[in-house]
């Protein structure tokens, strides 16, 4: 088993930035960050498919920036940060069909899921 290691989570003011490390020890198909936004269900962010190719949710198209995953880091590069993208924030590997499961960020095919770091953006 390889968890996920994540950090650089913190509070920021609204239109602020921040970078997000997602740390593991060997080369996945696909990593993918996850939020968890307080009584709501985890929803994907984007996904890096080893090919070179990265998937991003319509929410944080232009805003937010997933380097290609290889061992042993990848970062997400939140920039103009809302109030709405407060959320606990993890990474994971998929557990199958890579490509697909980076296009679709699905949270139920992924695994090696890490403790998570907290983003709070006020306003």
């Known amino acids: 088993q390889d968890q996920m290691v994540e950090s650089g989570g913190g509070s920021v003011q609204t239109g602020g930035s921040l970078t997000l490390s997602c740390r593991y020890t060997?080369?996945?198909?696909?990593v993918a960050w996850f939020r968890q936004p307080p009584g709501k269900e985890r929803e994907g962010v984007a996904g890096s498919y080893f090919a070179g190719r990265t998937y991003y949710a319509d929410s944080v198209k232009g805003r937010f920036t997933m380097s290609q995953a290889k061992a042993p880091v990848a970062y997400l590069q939140m920039n103009s940060l809302k109030p709405e993208d407060t959320a606990m924030y993890y990474c994971?590997?998929?557990?199958?069909?890579?490509?697909?499961?980076?296009?679709?960020?699905?949270?139920?095919?992924?695994?090696?899921w890490g403790q998570g770091t907290q983003v709070t953006v006020s306003s």
């Open positions: 060997r080369d996945r198909a696909c």
């Open positions: 994971a590997a998929a557990l199958s069909g890579a490509e697909s499961a980076c296009r679709e960020l699905l949270p139920t095919r992924y695994g090696d």
